[in-house]
Nanobody
């Protein structure tokens, strides 16, 4: 599986962005998909996850209420809609795929990773 994250950019505080993660080489319709982020000087952390069916979703407390994760299995793509962005949300955002059944928040649970897309929120 190859994952390509896109949609990052520079946005003012309070703004919104929609990230996309397109998979290729094989379908990810039976994978749990997750988004992680790494802020400058910090460890990479879990942000959001979605089950293979899209029914179950889980969000990190740090961004809960400001995120919506979704997926379109027909397009082999996962999305992360982010709103009310804050300067502390500045980070490289990564998508990842996990063959497990449940949404997991640990990085080592994920089997495939995209290259990341930079999100910069100005104050």
């Amino acid at each position: 599986v190859q994952l390509q994250a896109s949609g990052g950019g520079l946005v003012e505080a309070g703004g919104s962005l929609r990230l996309s993660c397109a998979a290729s080489r094989r379908t990810v319709s039976n994978y749990v998909m997750g988004w992680f982020r790494r802020a400058p000087g910090k460890e990479r952390e879990f942000v959001a996850g979605i089950s293979w069916s899209g029914v179950s979703r889980y969000y990190a407390d740090s961004m809960k209420g400001r995120l919506t994760i979704s997926r379109d299995n027909a397009k082999n793509t996962v999305y992360l809609q982010m709103s009310s962005l804050k300067p502390e949300d500045t980070a490289v955002y990564y998508c990842a795929a996990d063959l497990g059944v449940n949404i997991r928040t640990t990085q080592t649970s994920y089997d495939y990773w995209g290259q990341g897309t930079q999100v910069t929120v100005s104050s």
